[in-house]
């Protein structure tokens, strides 16, 4: 048990040193001799260097293990550039021999712009991780088994430090399938599984099949027979491989009501980064063991805790809507990418609105038939839901209503001239004279959606943008082969391949600004901006 405890806390260690790490193979330098200036690049064993812009200066060759030149001081100029192994290509950097600290600005600058979107990426799934695990707790499948089970540990004699075992094994075997997903699948894979049309069908009956559960038309359960036999052999075992087995039952027993939460949070999950599914189930596994420690370790506060009764029920339906609510989220990720036109914008926005107004309706309904606690904690969720749906209303006629930008189709931006095709906007942008942006999106991408809102739509940066011939490429837009193209032109010219990412360029192509990544601060954007 220690080995594979061991062997799990190594492979996650891992994965996140090498997430942590940034690939820099090319170290540049530079000394004046005379009148001229010898550059000199060092190029890291298996890999190769590819100089994509130096002045008029063009190079058919890759460069191996070093590159040096020798230039009049006049001659100098930035030197874009990028580096490739057999397995990744760097994005693209700019070395400036006359800048102060031209050795690390231009590179790091992007880095650190994608990193931070890495990070903030990571963080909200780990937040939406434990805001599904706090749900999971007082579902049906999970509440009830919190008192049997700490009074199963108290009456075994392990008392506290059992329970804490046990709580850390919930983690183990949560963290444990998010790694498993992604040694599986691997996060390209993820990504282009969260934008399949078939994938997200599937998540969205399962959702729909679920919620019809938790409104009661039918019970979802794994076979009885699954968590006895766990159950028996966890009481006829000892150590830490009964408390693991005790942790199995709980997946087991539970998955009726965790499933849908946890197989959301996989597929938001999926393809932000290589670590993504691990943290989500991190955070969910860390709420979900919170309650088992807890009430172990002050055994006196389960007298005070609500019995189980008709409030789950109550709260079975809740999360019923709210099911049928995200739901909708995988329905529309395979329209937009398809270009079915089956949920626009105005429906999705009009679901939702009769889904948290039928929460609030639902708890209304016979609010007089419950105790005085009951009713003002039915209170606090039914005037959020009633105000929510109100605030939805809006959106009906094109209002931005932000707070679901991530979940619902992206609105139309008005004030920006918009193309969809690289080689149209590009010709457009010379014959005009005009900069432009490149906005690398998908359909799928829950960030996209945010800066959309929360920048683009911004009225500042409205008014820059129009300085620009704005180019809108969607990596996973299905039809014809167009997501595929889009997404080779970001990977091969600009070598990324995450989205939200934005290239600023003249009107002949060349790179004018360090690309830009997921930010919600429109002051920002507009300092990126160069003209």
């Not at 490739?84 to 992007?110: G, N, R």
């Not at 990070?119 to 706090?134: A, V």
């Not at 709260?315 to 395979?334: G, H, I, N, P, T």
């Not at 679901?404 to 010379?430: C, H, K, L, Q, T």
């Amino acid at each position: 048990m220690k080995r594979i405890l061991n062997i799990l806390v190594f492979t996650f260690c891992s994965l996140l040193f090498a997430q942590a790490q940034m690939v820099q193979p090319v170290k540049w330098s530079g000394e004046a001799i005379g009148d001229s200036v010898r550059l000199k690049a060092v190029i890291e064993t298996g890999w190769h260097m590819n100089i994509l812009e130096f002045g008029e200066r063009e190079f058919d060759e890759e460069f191996a293990d070093s590159f040096v030149i020798t230039l009049a001081a006049n001659e100098i100029t930035p030197i874009r550039y990028n580096a490739c192994d057999d397995k990744m290509c760097t994005a693209p950097e700019i070395w400036d021999y006359a800048s102060l600290s031209a050795e690390s600005a231009s590179p790091l600058s992007e880095a650190s712009s994608l990193s931070s979107g890495n990070e903030r990426s990571l963080w909200l799934i780990f937040i939406l991780g434990l805001l599904g695990g706090l749900l999971a707790i007082f579902t049906p499948c999970v509440w009830p088994i919190i008192p049997m089970t700490v009074s199963f540990f108290l009456k075994k004699g392990g008392g506290l430090k059992d329970a804490v075992l046990y709580g850390l094994s919930i983690v183990i075997l949560y963290v444990g399938l998010g790694l498993l997903v992604t040694i599986l699948f691997g996060a390209s894979a993820l990504n282009d599984l969260s934008t399949n049309a078939v994938v997200n069908i599937l998540f969205f009956l399962l959702l729909v099949i679920f919620a019809l559960s938790f409104f009661g038309l039918f019970e979802i359960t794994l076979p009885d027979s699954w968590s006895t036999a766990l159950d028996n052999k966890a009481r006829s075992t000892g150590g830490l491989l009964s408390i693991l087995l005790m942790a199995f039952t709980l997946v087991i027993v539970s998955f009726s009501c965790t499933g849908p939460i946890i197989g959301t949070l996989l597929v938001e999950a999926a393809g932000r980064s290589l670590l993504a599914p691990a943290i989500g189930m991190l955070g969910f596994s860390i709420a979900l063991a919170l309650p088992f420690s807890l009430f172990a370790m002050f055994p006196q506060w389960m007298k005070q805790a609500p019995k189980s009764g008709d409030w789950m029920t109550s709260f079975k339906v809740v999360l019923a809507f709210l099911e049928l609510a995200l739901s909708l989220k995988f329905l529309s990720v395979a329209d937009l990418a398809y270009g079915w036109g089956i949920l626009p914008r105005w429906l999705f926005i009009a679901i939702w609105i009769a889904c948290f107004a039928g929460i609030g309706i639902y708890l209304l309904w016979n609010i007089r038939n419950v105790n005085t606690t009951r009713q003002i904690i039915r209170a606090i969720v039914i005037i959020p839901s009633f105000v929510f749906a109100g605030y939805l209303v809006p959106g009906l006629w094109g209002a931005p209503v932000k707070a679901i930008s991530a979940f619902a189709p992206p609105m139309e931006i008005e004030g920006r001239e918009v193309f969809n095709d690289y080689e149209e906007g590009m010709a457009y942008a010379r014959q005009t004279g005009k900069p432009v942006i490149i906005d690398f999106t998908g359909y799928g991408c829950v960030n996209c959606r945010k800066m959309e809102a929360y920048v683009l739509d911004n009225d500042s940066v409205k008014v820059r943008l129009q300085n620009y011939v704005f180019i809108e490429l969607f990596v996973d837009d299905k039809r014809d082969g167009i997501g595929d193209k889009n997404s080779a032109i970001q990977r091969d010219l600009f070598g990324s391949n995450a989205q939200p990412y934005y290239v600023q360029l003249d009107p002949y192509g060349k790179q004018v600004a360090e690309p830009m990544a997921f930010t919600t601060d429109p002051i920002e954007f507009i300092n990126w901006l160069k003209y």
